[in-house]
């Protein structure tokens, strides 16, 4: 059950680090079309989207860093992973799960974003925490 947390947590990362690049460098053209912004919009916004995508992108590698620290430390003959690595997983993917449920509740409109950026999160959270139960 802990590598398909991981892969899940992976996942999410990776898609953490798309939005990040939509955010923070193709804000005013390919982030356009994707967030339906007009250039007026995104002209407007282009700082805060910037720093909002470095947000993304320390949610990552918080969760990668926990990745590669739970494989390093975790037993084969244990069933159970290393405590500290599923503990940034954890934080970094609940985290993102958090941001997708605060952007489903405040802009209803987004409900299919929201669902994107939380699916994974929430499986990966689920999946982790269930090593984690004796």
Do not use: C
Not at 9 to 17: D, E, I, K, R
Not at 90 to 101: D, K
Request: neutral net charge; aromatic residues 8%.
């Amino acid at each position: 059950m802990i590598v398909a947390g991981l892969v899940l947590a992976g996942l999410a990362a990776l898609l953490h680090v798309y939005i990040f690049w939509l955010e923070s460098y193709a804000w005013t053209t390919r982030a356009r079309a994707v967030f339906g912004t007009t250039a007026e919009e995104a002209a407007a916004t282009r700082e805060l989207a910037f720093n909002q995508g470095f947000y993304n992108l320390f949610l990552a590698i918080i969760t990668a860093v926990g990745i590669v620290l739970t494989l390093l430390t975790t037993s084969p003959d244990s069933p159970r992973p290393g405590l500290a690595g599923a503990a940034l997983v954890l934080a970094g993917t609940g985290a993102m799960l958090a941001a997708a449920l605060v952007l489903l509740v405040s802009s209803p409109d987004k409900r299919r974003a929201a669902v994107v950026q939380g699916t994974l999160p929430l499986l990966a959270v689920a999946a982790v925490t269930a090593t984690l139960i004796p």
